[in-house]
């Protein structure tokens, strides 16, 4: 499905929560941070695999992070249930709600 279509049948369902989908040129720009960040953090820490994708829409950006930028565990957060079925299965939804979510019980 296309953004046009997946736009549309978010507007149908009423589910259309503000979908801004991310650019390659703002990926590839946070893959970059992250890796160059990353860096340190692993030496602190012994690894840097996770991210939390709020309002992660079709999961476009985690799955291009996950690839460009070597992380593993992938967590979301969509109020859209269009949207997180779109989710690729790699991907935990922790929650559909950022305001309602307790981030520290995940």
Do not use: W
Request: net charge negative; aromatic share 6%.
């Amino acid at each position: 499905m296309n953004t046009g279509q997946l736009v549309m049948n978010l507007k149908n369902a009423g589910q259309d929560h503000e979908f801004y989908p991310t650019t390659n040129e703002i990926i590839d720009r946070m893959a970059e941070d992250i890796r160059s960040k990353g860096r340190d953090d692993y030496h602190r820490f012994g690894h840097l695999s996770s991210i939390l994708d709020i309002g992660a829409g079709t999961g476009k950006v985690l799955t291009a992070l996950s690839e460009r930028a070597e992380l593993s565990r992938l967590y979301a957060i969509e109020k859209s249930q269009i949207l997180c079925k779109q989710l690729p299965a790699s991907v935990f939804i922790v929650g559909t709600d950022f305001m309602e979510q307790s981030l520290l019980s995940k």
